[in-house]
């Protein structure tokens, strides 16, 4: 099967090659420079990625060695105390930001997965190229933009800050996420398992939702848990927004607590009390990050496709 | 029938979904019901033997002067009266009294009256001024190994016009015999957001120093010659320990809770006096010419224990309430911030107000209105 080389040819090729780059030097220290070039990158991006790792394991390591010493259960159960006075906790903050992100998913996972389904099935045309883009520009937007939003469309009139204003900023941020995530992972489902789907007489919205969506399950709930913790960590839309409150707090109406606000306000305290808290609140919220994601990549075997 | 039958499986599959889904609500629920349990055990007594208003929960910003004090006293509030959560925000003096004329907070808190711009911004008509503390704003400086540090107003005013840059100009240096001051670089710490902190402080200045009146002025932002913003009191607090050779100026028991040294300042009558609660009163006191607005500054009053840089502190509220409710939670409040309540502010190192001006508080909480009747019940 292999073609034997022409060894005779080879010999004048080389001789004709030195003449036509004549400004190549002579070929054994093209193979140093070669070799030096190929050193050095594969150099640099192992530092690099030794860089980045050692900065998040670093990170890690400052807020758990900060943190971790002043969580007990008060610290989940407990409202804050003012001033620095000993005991109390962040039970507000946890209570709203899971109020926050249901609301957050409310919205945004339905209006996500259904813009990903448009997408994937039927966006065919300059109308869904211009969806596309638009879904990409509002991944794009910094977030503090969404919060004003909110703050426009839905402090200013309800004349009060709120849980729902809060809850809409981060369903906002939630849609673009979720939106490409559920589309990139439809786009992967087998185009013969729709066929056979259709072949088998059903319609095309049974194909999509019994057929397509189960197989695309695992890839959307990534999608989602990804969304969720992403907004989980989001500080600045909530500022004008959900407010933050020193109090239990289940009326959406009403100003509501959050995980990172009361972070913000904590590291900014003058009581060396409420700085700790937040470090163990901060190290909560890494916690909390870390499991989402790996509990979904674990639950959906991601670390073999990826 | 259908062409398409789905297997069993699959027809399990949507139920366990709606399973995982009612297992969230379920919690979500639960989390409520802490929520609401944990809320109601705090207020069940009532302070007087009238009625409670329906209102539960009240929402301020403004001020964070006012945030120690006021962060204790609504954690004591719903203890006492009727269960009532008073959400406090500091967000700074000049985003509290926007938030009001936003109408989304239902009360302002604010150190530096509302100027006749603002209440011309009014949609709801007239906004009353209630004091509601007196504080000092210390100058905290960090310099190693220098406590008793002494500052007159024209060298402060200097300081942060940036004519003075060096810890041992001579100016300085002729005021603190004694002290080896150290050939450093002055880093001026100042406000970034409006600030009625700033406002007592640029008063105080303009009140001390003509140049700075004529090239800088007072106000809760101002032109600052040089220096570093910072947001908050609690932000210039930190500045200022983080930075050698920082000077800043902070409202008192920030100063005294991050254990900053404070410099000593040189009042009216000559004599170099350290801001503390006896010191804010003593300057407090010297003014008895209070308009009936309640809108003044108290800046560089006289006596020898003066403390020059003090100030009030206000809630500013609409004395048309349009909800009848919400107006009565909120003057009951308010009587309640400015009698019972004074007893949190000497621990704290607030001036507990003096009668005189509990009594003019007392004719503007009657004066808030709800609809056709008087917010406030009591007497």
Redesign the interface.
């Known amino acids: 099967m292999s073609v034997p080389m022409p060894t005779s040819p080879s010999s004048t090729l080389q001789s004709g090659e030195s003449h036509l780059h004549p400004f190549l030097t002579t070929r054994s220290s093209l193979n140093l420079r070669r070799r030096l070039v190929n050193a050095l990158v594969v150099l640099s991006t192992t530092l690099a990625a030794l860089f980045a790792a050692g900065l998040l394991i670093y990170l890690l390591y400052y807020v758990l060695s900060q943190g971790l010493r002043y969580i007990d259960l008060d610290f989940f159960t407990q409202l804050p105390t003012p001033n620095g006075e000993p005991g109390g906790g962040m039970g507000e903050a946890f209570q709203g930001s899971l109020i926050l992100i249901a609301l957050a998913s409310l919205m945004g996972v339905p209006l996500g997965l259904f813009t990903g389904i448009y997408l994937a099935e039927f966006g065919r045309g300059p109308f869904a190229q211009g969806v596309r883009f638009l879904v990409d520009v509002l991944n794009g937007i910094p977030t503090i933009i969404f919060g004003l939003l909110a703050w426009v469309l839905i402090v200013i009139p309800m004349q009060t800050f709120s849980g729902l204003a809060g809850g809409f900023a981060l369903g906002m941020i939630m849609i673009p996420i979720v939106t490409r995530t559920s589309e990139d992972v439809l786009r992967l489902v087998p185009r013969e398992l729709r066929e056979a789907s259709l072949a088998l007489g059903a319609t095309e919205a049974r194909t999509i939702l019994q057929v397509v969506l189960p197989a695309a399950r695992n890839g959307i709930i990534t999608g989602v848990v990804l969304a969720m913790a992403r907004v989980a960590g989001e500080t600045a839309p909530l500022l004008m927004t959900a407010f933050g409150t020193t109090f239990w707090n289940t009326d959406v109406t009403q100003p509501m607590d959050a995980l990172p606000l009361r972070i913000f306000q904590f590291t900014l305290s003058p009581y060396q009390q409420q700085v700790n808290q937040a470090y163990a609140g901060a190290f909560v919220l890494i916690v909390l990050i870390l499991l989402a994601s790996l509990a979904v990549r674990l639950a959906t075997g991601g670390f073999k496709q990826r | 029938m259908t062409?398409?039958t789905?297997s069993t499986s699959?027809r399990g599959?949507p139920r366990l979904r709606y399973l995982g889904a009612l297992l969230?609500l379920g919690l979500?629920a639960l989390?409520?019901a802490?929520?609401?349990s944990?809320?109601s055990s705090g207020g069940t007594t009532t302070g007087s033997g009238s009625t409670c208003p329906s209102t539960k929960?009240l929402?301020g910003?403004g001020s964070t002067f006012d945030n120690?004090l006021f962060?204790?006293m609504?954690?004591e509030y719903?203890k006492v009266q009727c269960g009532i959560?008073v959400?406090y925000?500091a967000v700074g003096s000049g985003a509290g009294i926007n938030n009001l004329l936003?109408?989304?907070?239902d009360f302002g808190a604010t150190d530096a009256p509302m100027t006749n711009d603002q209440l011309n911004k009014s949609t709801s008509g007239p906004i009353l001024h209630i004091p509601v503390t007196i504080g000092a704003v210390a100058i905290s400086y960090n310099l190693s190994g220098v406590s008793q540090l002494k500052l007159t107003g024209p060298i402060l005013a200097a300081i942060y016009e940036g004519k003075i840059t060096t810890w041992d100009d001579p100016q300085i240096k002729a005021i603190n015999s004694g002290i080896n001051l150290p050939h450093k670089n002055i880093t001026v710490v100042h406000r970034s957001d409006g600030s009625g902190t700033t406002s007592i402080f640029t008063h105080y200045l303009s009140a001390v120093s003509s140049d700075w009146q004529s090239k800088v002025g007072a106000g809760t932002t101002v032109n600052w010659p040089t220096g570093v913003g910072a947001?908050?009191?609690?932000?210039v607090?930190?500045q200022v320990k983080n930075t050698d050779g920082g000077i800043g100026y902070v409202e008192l028991?920030?100063v005294l809770?991050?254990n900053i040294p404070y410099a000593l300042l040189q009042n009216a009558a000559g004599k170099f006096v350290a801001p503390s609660l006896d010191s804010a009163k003593a300057d407090a006191e010297s003014f008895s010419n209070i308009p009936a607005d309640l809108r003044f500054y108290i800046v560089n009053g006289s006596g020898d224990n003066a403390y020059p840089i003090t100030g009030f502190s206000w809630v500013v509220v609409y004395q048309n309430q349009s909800n009848s409710d919400k107006g009565q939670a909120l003057a009951r409040l308010l009587w309640w911030m400015v009698h019972d309540g004074q007893q949190y502010a000497q621990p704290?190192n607030y001036v507990p107000l003096p009668d005189t001006i509990v009594s003019k508080d007392e004719a503007q909480i009657k004066a808030m209105r709800c609809g056709s009747s008087a917010c406030y019940s009591g007497s």
């Open positions: 062409p398409f789905p699959h599959r969230l979500l989390l409520a802490c929520g609401n944990n809320s929960q929402t910003a120690p962060s204790k609504f954690q719903p959560n959400n925000q936003q109408h989304i907070v947001k908050g009191n609690s932000g607090a930190g028991s920030y809770a991050n704290l």
